[in-house]
């Protein structure tokens, strides 16, 4: 049989998923202190709408990243999806 493809690892999908929200969450969760003033002496703080805010777009990256074939973590890992 050529051409098949052996199934991804749980392990990976799991670690992947798990990357993706720290980053996502680090990475969007800043970009939205800085424009909205949750920024502190010791990273971020975010209540309320701006919170709000964050999650919205963490769940839009993972939307995307399904739609392009791949969050950058499952890329980087080799995930199929």
């Known amino acids: 049989m050529t ?3 052996q199934p991804t690892a749980h392990w990976r999908i799991i670690l992947a998923f798990i ?3 720290i980053t996502a969450f680090f990475v969007f969760g800043f970009l939205v202190a ?3 003033g949750g920024l502190t002496e010791n990273g971020f703080s975010l209540d309320g709408w701006p919170a709000l805010v964050a999650v919205l777009l963490i769940v839009v990256y993972f939307v995307i990243g399904k ?5 950058l973590w499952k890329r ?3 995930v199929r999806s």
């Open 3 to 5: 051409g098949s493809q």
């Open 76 to 78: 980087l890992l080799g």
């Open 34 to 36: 800085t424009l909205l």
């Open 67 to 71: 739609r392009l074939g791949g969050t």
């Open 19 to 21: 990357l993706d929200l």
